[in-house]
């Protein structure tokens, strides 16, 4: 998914939410615009236009990612791991700023901001990842990304998203 030219236009997240149940543990409420996309990555919620998917994967410019990565139990290591592995297949990916603890779904977690330059568009973007435990080790993520230039608005979905996870494991 190499375009980065792209010009993306899609609506703001919508003020009225829907509950989602992605898996079976898992409820999240994401704004009533945004449309359930399955990848291999995980699950996303985007707006219309803000998806794009072709032989070489996916990408999103607008919305969020609900995943699962392999954990060890150490919530900080494990986290640092999902980073080093995001850095490794994102070149411009930075961290902006530390670990910052954060609840998750009722749960002690971590958030970090990063920027990258998206591969769609070419433009500088703004994603914030919140991670936290679940009971068997592994970790469950949260990766909310927007344009730079809207980060402001998405911030505010993003905590109100990572808020209302309900996790039954």
């Known amino acids: 998914m190499r375009t980065g030219n792209r010009t993306v236009q899609v609506d703001p997240p919508s003020n009225s ?26 699950v996303t919620y985007a707006p219309a236009g803000a998806f794009f998917r072709d032989n070489d994967g996916t990408a999103f ?9 392999q954990g060890s139990g150490n919530l900080q290591r ?7 592995g995001l850095a490794q297949s994102n ?8 670990l910052t603890r954060d609840n998750v779904g ?6 970090t901001i990063l920027s ?7 433009q500088r973007e703004r994603i914030a990842l919140s991670t936290v435990q679940l009971r068997d080790g592994n970790l469950l993520y949260v990766v909310g990304v927007a344009p730079q230039a809207d980060a402001q ?11 209302s996870v309900q996790i039954r494991d």
Do not use: C, M
């Open 17 to 42: 939410y829907r509950v989602r149940n992605p898996t079976d543990f898992l409820r999240v409420s994401v704004p009533s615009n945004w449309d359930e996309q399955d990848a291999k990555e995980g």
């Open 61 to 69: 410019t607008h919305g969020v990612q609900i995943g699962v990565a």
């Open 78 to 84: 494990d986290t640092q791991k999902l980073l080093n």
């Open 91 to 98: 070149p411009n990916l930075r961290q902006q700023t530390s």
């Open 106 to 111: 009722g749960r002690n977690g971590y958030t």
């Open 116 to 122: 990258n330059v998206s591969e769609v568009t070419g």
């Open 153 to 163: 608005v998405y911030d505010t979905t993003f905590r109100r998203v990572r808020q």
